[in-house]
Each structure stands twice: as structure tokens, then as C-alpha cells.
């Protein structure tokens, strides 16, 4: 994908380039017929040639879609293919949660000597650590977890004030009984 948005795939309008990783980079963009925004995950374009990477997406795609949780991120639809001129060979849909980091959060707070106390540490973990239970009652381990694959859903600050913790990129997960992922 181009970084020079605005950029059209299928009905999704691209809008901000949100990060990038060692396999995909992930784009904030507009769905107009159901008026929401969503993330997009797109496989870099020189790992959709090769099946096996293909085939690594379509499994995380597939194993996040089959869970329902409210800490764990909504995947909405994914695509995989050969990659050609016009189209990304391999990308994931899914819900756009508004909010930073965890691993940004704690920078930011940590740096001018703000940290949480014990009742809001265990508010933050305890839905985080049911997510993962899910997950894994599931069949599905994460092998990923780190404040940076966690975000803060400003839109939910009910029970954190920092937001809500929400599960993300399970890029290298593990289906237990299978081969590695």
C-alpha cells in the first residue's frame, strides 16, 4: 500500500496509515454503507507472494474472527489472495478502536512519574487476563502479549479511566493441536 492516502479498497475509503509492523501495516478507514470506521491490516505486499505467509494470515484471521469477547478485537471480514497491481493480496477488517497504546500510556505516564494505583492495575489486567483465558479456552494462544498489541478504548472508560483494554494483533498465534503458526 502507498502512504498517500485518500485510497479506495473495494468500499472502504484508507484514511491514516496507523502503524506498521515486520508483516503488515494497518490503516484507519471508513466503511460508508454502515457509517463506521474500521482498521485494516494489510500483509506487506512482498510477503502476499509467498503461500506460506498467505496461509499464516488466513489462520490469524480465522482465529481471531472465531472469537467473541469484549477485550479481544472484532474482525469484521479478511481477504487473501495472490497480491496484484490494484489489490492487496492478503488483508484483515476489523473493528477501529479509538485510543493509544498500553505501551503508549505507559510511556506517557510513566515519563513525568505517574503510575496506577493497585485498584486500577487489577481493573486494567483482570479484563485482559479473561481475554486471554477465553482465548485459550478456545484453542487459541496469543504468543504476543505486550503493552503495544494492547489498546485503550477511550470510547469505554466505565471501569478504567485510561479505557477499556482491548486484545489485539494475534499475528503470531498458536492453535493448540497444531503445527506453530
Request: hydrophobic fraction near 40%; aromatic fraction near 10%; charged fraction near 20%.
Amino acid at each position: 500500500m502507498s502512504t498517500n492516502p485518500p485510497q479506495r479498497l473495494g468500499k472502504y475509503e484508507l484514511q491514516t496509515r496507523l502503524g506498521q509492523g515486520g508483516m503488515a501495516e494497518v490503516w484507519k478507514a471508513f466503511d460508508p454503507q454502515l457509517k463506521r470506521y474500521v482498521a485494516i491490516k494489510f500483509m506487506h505486499a512482498q510477503l502476499g507472494s509467498d503461500p506460506d505467509f498467505r496461509a499464516r494470515f488466513e489462520r490469524e484471521g480465522q482465529a481471531i474472527a472465531s472469537l467473541r469477547h469484549p477485550n479481544i478485537v472484532q474482525v469484521y471480514d479478511f481477504h487473501v489472495s495472490p497480491p496484484s497491481a490494484d489489490r492487496p493480496g492478503a488483508y484483515m477488517v476489523m473493528d477501529y478502536v479509538v485510543g493509544q497504546t498500553l505501551a503508549d500510556y505507559i510511556r506517557n505516564t510513566s515519563a513525568v512519574g505517574k503510575f496506577l494505583p493497585d485498584n486500577q492495575l487489577l481493573r486494567l489486567f483482570t479484563p485482559i487476563c479473561l481475554a486471554i483465558d477465553y482465548a485459550h479456552e478456545h484453542g487459541i494462544i496469543h504468543r504476543d502479549i505486550k503493552p503495544a498489541n494492547i489498546l485503550l478504548d477511550s470510547r469505554n472508560t466505565k471501569y478504567n479511566p485510561m479505557g477499556e483494554p482491548i486484545l489485539t494483533d494475534f499475528g503470531i498465534v498458536k492453535i493448540s493441536g497444531a503445527a506453530t503458526l
